[in-house]
Every structure is written in structure tokens, then in C-alpha cells.
């Protein structure tokens, strides 16, 4: 799962930060994960994203806010 963080381009100067998208394995919720997708279940996608999140630890908060989200099989 690629995490493409949020377009900063319209934040003052002093309060950007400098974020770059993060790929993160996903295989623990892959199956969950899909599902949600099939059945177009966006709790759940919202759900599993904000665990795969969590899991980056100390760049939770930069992370909980994104432009876009790639999911590649």
C-alpha cells in the first residue's frame, strides 16, 4: 500500500512539513481489506486505513490526513 501524503502547497511556509509518500506491506489485513473494497464498504476501508496508520508510529498524525492511497496486488 503506497500512502501519498497531503498536497502542502497551500500551507503557510512555517507549518509545512516535509512528507514523502510511505509504502507499507499490508498482508495481515489484505484479505479484509478487499473485501471492503468489493463490497464497497467505506467504514471499513476508513477502518483498516486507520490501523495500517497507526502502525507508522511516530508519523501517525502526518499520515492521517492523505491526498490518495495506492493499493497494488
Known amino acids: 500500500m503506497e500512502i501519498y501524503p497531503v498536497d502542502q502547497t497551500r500551507v503557510e ?26 463490497t464497497r464498504d467505506a467504514g471499513l476501508v476508513d477502518e483498516i486505513g486507520d490501523d495500517v496508520v497507526s502502525d507508522l508510529d511516530s508519523d501517525h498524525n502526518a499520515y492521517a490526513y492523505v491526498s490518495a492511497v495506492g493499493i497494488n496486488a
Open 13 to 38: 511556509a512555517k507549518y509545512r512539513r516535509d512528507l514523502s509518500t510511505r509504502t507499507v506491506t499490508v498482508r495481515y489485513i489484505w484479505t479484509d481489506l478487499v473485501d471492503a473494497c468489493a
